[in-house]
């Protein structure tokens, strides 16, 4: 498996790091392939509760798809696409580290998270106008449904760069913060969401999909809601709030 995708793994957080600094984290045919094996892991194992995705270097988080090998032929936007809906499917919460500039996919990879922490003196810029490309329908549909119709419109009709404080106050960032702030931020963000109970969280994460896409499902809803009141989960939850000590979460 190619070194240009590291994935790590501590107690119940894995890290999965764009490892390639000199093309930008550019995403290629390899890449691509490697993080949807190491993501399609996580859909079946249930020891790890969360997902940090991050880029090596100071620059570039991520430049999206490598146009070199969308302009030869040896890859297709689906390859990306596939890539994306995995990790925007996976039952666990997600966050994803902006370790720098954001540029075309690298967007979209960002928006299939569930949150995002970036850092000041960022910035991020959607050019597929700009080069004549249509940037693809499943892809545009993320960034309506993440961001909304006129925001949408900005980065994608309009080509519009826009810098961190920007990417906040449009909700494409959760966090904001400083560079050296960065790793702690994002890892207690992740030590806080994995210490939660599981169950209640990927119920709950289902359940909000599920609604953002105007797609809720009532009745699964429900199912889920009633297997969270009758898991030890919820039990412990009242024990440890009796006992006045942290709970210990089975996701169960």
């Known amino acids: 498996m190619t070194d240009t995708i590291r994935y790590e793994c501590s107690g119940h957080i894995a890290c999965l790091t764009l490892n390639n600094p000199a093309q930008h984290n550019a995403l290629g045919q390899e890449q691509l392939a490697a993080i949807q094996e190491h993501v399609a892991g996580l859909h079946v194992d ?8 991050t880029g090596e270097g100071d620059k570039t988080f991520c430049a999206g798809a490598s146009l070199q090998q969308l302009g030869s032929g040896n890859l297709s936007s689906d390859a990306f696409q596939e890539t994306t809906d995995l990790i925007a499917e996976l039952p666990i919460p997600t966050i994803c580290a902006i370790s ?15 949150f995002r922490v970036g850092i000041a003196g960022s910035k991020l810029r959607v050019p597929a106008a700009a080069i004549g490309l249509c940037y693809p329908v499943s892809g545009i549909n993320r960034f309506v449904e993440r961001l909304g119709v006129s925001v949408a419109k900005r980065m994608l009709l309009a080509a519009e760069e826009m810098e961190a404080q920007k990417l906040l106050e449009i909700g494409f960032l959760d ?58 989960d919820l039990q412990e939850g009242f024990a440890a709030k009796r006992e006045k000590r942290s709970p210990r979460f089975q996701g169960r």
């Open 175 to 232: 966090y904001l913060v400083q560079p050296a702030a960065l790793r702690e931020t994002t890892n207690k963000l992740a030590a806080d969401i994995a210490a939660l109970a599981p169950l209640a969280v990927r119920s709950m994460k289902q359940i909000i999909q599920q609604a953002a896409a105007g797609k809720l499902n009532r009745d699964l809803a429900q199912g889920l809601a009633q297997e969270c009141l009758a898991s030890a």
């Open 46 to 53: 249930e020891q790890i509760r969360v997902l940090v995705i």
């Open 100 to 114: 720098g500039n954001v540029y075309g996919g690298g967007a979209e990879l960002a928006l299939s998270c569930d």
